[in-house]
């Protein structure tokens, strides 16, 4: 018999699609937890997931599946979700603002409604900065308690920067993005290593640089490109061991997108150097160079800009009144 890191309830939002459908399967594969719940409205697709979740055999394994939000949030102690709209090629994660915050604000009711004491939720639908603020305003929860997905475009400059330099991807360490998730991010390679070795030390030209820093914002859309599809492999995992960290496993150290409610940066979900673990999400301010705090600026004044026309649609209340809606806030 397997044995599953806790028995606790783990809730799949967008379980029929490639993301939601392979994060079912990486949980298990990793021995979350046996207790797994598959919702999604679309009822076909979510079926066809279950019939191949079965397939697989987890051993001791109590998997269901439902569209019915009563009976999926109920008893929720962790949820992920990936519930949104897709981006297809053209499409920038903007351009899916107002649909998948109309998403966001119906998934943070239900928390609200369904789980109010769930431990933490993971957010990865886009523009996840965004949708993911809305979730914790709806949901009444603790910041601790809601993250976003941001360690992607981080793993896209670590695997950027080690197919300049030729070396394998895991002796790149120290190689973040913070800030936005998207075209804005703000990417921070002055204290990146290779083998333990300042990156300054290899070289490392301007040319080189902008390579490395356009294959990262563009990371989504070469994948896009090449398989006719957004990406699904890499959120589902990542995505999946955040939500493990949390739980009680290894702490997940790659930057996560938190609530940022006091200092400089305020009042947004960013990309910031943060570490998840059984009492939820914890981050730190980015130290940087100059110019990579700059582009840091640049990045969160973008959020800001998406925050103030999702308060200008009514979807969230203006930033003095957010105290009402969520009393953490």
């Known amino acids: 018999m397997m044995k599953y890191l806790t028995e606790d309830k783990l809730v799949i939002v967008g379980a029929a699609g490639m993301i939601g459908s392979n994060m079912a399967?990486?949980?298990?594969?990793?021995?979350l937890t046996p207790n797994l719940c598959l919702y999604d409205v679309y009822e076909p697709g979510l079926k066809g997931v279950l019939a191949e979740i079965n397939h697989c055999a987890f051993p001791g394994a109590n998997v269901t599946a439902t569209a019915d939000p009563a009976v999926a949030f109920k008893d929720a102690k962790y949820?992920?979700?990936?519930?949104?709209?897709?981006?297809?090629?053209g499409m920038t994660r903007e351009d899916l603002l107002i649909g998948n915050c109309k998403i966001a604000a119906e998934f943070g009711d239900n928390i609200k409604k369904y789980c109010p004491d769930v431990r933490h939720v993971?957010?990865?639908?886009?523009?996840?900065?965004?949708t993911g603020l809305?979730?914790?305003?709806?949901?009444?929860?603790?910041?601790?308690?809601?993250t976003t997905l941001a360690a992607l475009d981080s793993t896209r400059l670590q695997t950027a920067i080690?197919?300049?330099?030729?070396?394998?991807q895991s002796r790149v360490t120290h190689a973040y993005t913070y800030g936005g998730h998207g075209m804005a991010m703000a990417a921070f390679a002055s204290e990146a290593?290779?083998?333990?070795?300042?990156?300054?030390?290899f070289n490392l030209t301007d040319r080189q640089w902008e390579e490395i820093h356009q294959t990262t914002i563009q990371g989504g859309s070469i994948i896009m490109r090449l398989r006719g599809r957004s990406s699904f492999q890499s959120p589902a995992y990542n995505s999946v061991r955040m939500i493990e960290a949390a739980m009680?496993?290894?702490?997940?150290?790659?930057?996560?997108?938190?609530y940022v409610g006091r200092g400089e940066y305020k009042n947004v979900m960013m990309a910031m150097p943060s570490t998840i673990d059984i009492s939820g999400v914890h981050y730190t301010v980015p130290l940087g160079t100059a110019e990579e705090m700059k582009m840091l600026d640049a990045s969160y004044a973008h959020l800001c800009k998406m925050r103030d026309e999702v308060i200008a649609l009514g979807?969230?209340?203006?930033?003095?009144?957010?105290?009402?809606e969520n009393k953490f806030m």
């Open 134 to 146: 809305v979730v914790l305003l709806r949901s009444g929860l603790d910041p601790h308690r809601v």
């Open 248 to 258: 009680g496993g290894e702490p997940f150290t790659w930057p996560s997108g938190c």
């Open 315 to 324: 979807l969230i209340p203006p930033v003095e009144d957010w105290n009402k």
């Open 25 to 31: 399967q990486c949980a298990l594969m990793l021995g």
């Open 79 to 89: 949820i992920i979700s990936s519930g949104g709209a897709p981006r297809k090629e």
């Open 193 to 201: 290593l290779i083998d333990g070795k300042p990156i300054y030390e």
């Open 122 to 130: 993971v957010v990865i639908f886009n523009p996840a900065d965004i």
């Open 162 to 168: 080690a197919e300049v330099f030729g070396v394998q």
